[in-house]
């Protein structure tokens, strides 16, 4: 019985600690920290899905997202994404900070704090044609990306 709790325990602490990252490391030159999750399955709708990665360069955090439905171009200055945390609370990121990109899965990239990302239940990604409101159905919150950035 010991080891079946031991068992459980061991899983749990991997899922609450599992967020891989794709970059970290710290610059020769400048000593900057540098990290960056994989993506993520963040959410879905009816027409494709969104992921998500968070990076950070020192204190700035970044918020990555690119979606299998055709939204456009990433970069675009129309581009904006919407947190909704709540009926009627929602928060807007409105400088989508990467160049210019109409490829297929083209990526957006806004800067955002520790209190952006709690308690997220939808998301709106707008690119420079369309938007699409995502429900949260990822393995990982944008709270434990953020997170996994920070450890």
Excluded at 94 to 108: G, H, P, T
Aim: charged share 20%; proline share 1%; aromatic share 16%.
């Amino acid at each position: 019985m010991r080891n079946f709790f031991f068992s459980v325990a061991m899983l749990c602490s991997a899922f609450s600690f599992g967020q891989e990252l794709s970059v970290d490391r710290v610059d020769d030159f400048t000593g900057s920290i540098v990290r960056k999750t994989k993506y993520y399955k963040f959410g879905h709708t009816s027409y494709g899905a969104a992921h998500v990665a968070v990076a950070r360069v020192d204190d700035d955090v970044f918020f990555e997202v690119w979606t299998t439905s055709d939204l456009g171009c990433g970069g675009a200055v129309s581009n904006y994404v919407t947190f909704l945390y709540g009926p009627g609370i929602s928060k807007s990121f409105n400088e989508d900070l990467l160049d210019i990109n109409c490829d297929n899965r083209a990526s957006s990239m806004y800067l955002i704090s520790d209190a952006d990302v709690e308690g997220i239940t939808k998301m709106r990604v707008k690119q420079s044609e369309h938007y699409q409101d995502f429900t949260f159905d990822g393995v990982y919150t944008l709270s434990q990306l953020y997170d996994a950035v920070h450890q």
